[in-house]
T-cell receptor
Framework: EDKVVQSPLSLVVHEGDTVTLNCSYE??????LLWYKQEKKAPTFLFML????IEKKSGRLSSILDKKELFSILNITATQTGDSAVYLC?????????FGPGTSLSVIP | KAGVTQTPRYLIKTRGQQVTLSCSPI?????VSWYQQTPGQGLQFLFE???????NKGNFPGRFSGRQFSNSRSEMNVSTLELGDSALYLC????????????FGNGTRLTVT
């Protein structure tokens, strides 16, 4: 059965730290890998990755995909308390979207 | 551009009842998908509609059904509610291209007592 795994499941860091969140997948008919940030309600879109080795950046966040090893990482540099959230990755294929369990990140002052 | 709108925001129902949730996608988006989110199971795919047709379906019982209207608005129905149906139900819309990212609404929090 297709599966998306995220690690760690939970993480506590201090403001200013750099964090790396991991996402591995084993889904057939891969189309894209998506990252979302979920605070209270709606997951908000961060990145969509389709090609290996091309880093996507948005401010202090960046992400990259390795299609050979079937994983992606999300990096957050100089973390702030506002980065506290659950980070979800999801893999899309031709007929479905499968989400991982999420990484709960807590950034303490 | 207005985002994805879900109504109602909160619902409390009793076991055995049925419920209908509504989702209005972002203007121009023709694909609408539904997800159930619970602490134990995470985000699970329910179904996807495109141009009024169900395109894909997740592993949920037949008590869960949906439909999409010609204006792309979608409804999800759950019949014979069970306690385990208590969850946050999220709707997401995307553009026509299946490789477009999903944009989520704020969800409907359903509590079954």
């Amino acid at each position: 059965e297709d599966k998306v795994v995220q690690s760690p499941l939970s993480l506590v860091v201090h403001e200013g730290d750099t964090v790396t969140l991991n996402c591995s997948y084993e889904v057939t008919n891969f189309r894209s890998l998506l990252w979302y940030k979920q605070e209270k309600k709606a997951p908000t879109f961060l990145f969509m990755l389709t090609s290996s080795g091309i880093e996507k950046k948005s401010g202090r966040l960046s992400s990259i995909l390795d299609k050979k090893e079937l994983f992606s990482i999300l990096n957050i540099t100089a973390t702030q308390t506002g980065d506290s959230a659950v980070y979800l990755c999801a893999q899309t294929s031709y007929d479905k979207v499968i989400f991982g369990p999420g990484t709960s990140l807590s950034v303490i002052p | 551009k207005a985002g994805v709108t879900q109504t109602p925001r909160y619902l409390i129902k009793t076991r055995g009842q049925q419920v209908t949730l509504s989702c209005s996608p972002i203007s121009g988006h023709r694909s609408v998908s539904w997800y159930q989110q619970t602490p134990g199971q995470g985000l699970q795919f329910l179904f996807e509609y495109f141009s009024e047709t169900q395109r894909n379906k997740g592993n949920f019982p037949g008590r869960f059904s949906g439909r999409q209207f010609s204006n792309s608005r979608s409804e999800m129905n759950v019949s014979t509610l069970e306690l385990g149906d208590s969850a946050l139900y999220l709707c997401a819309s995307s553009a026509r291209d299946r490789n477009s990212p999903l944009h989520f609404g704020n969800g409907t929090r359903l509590t079954v007592t």
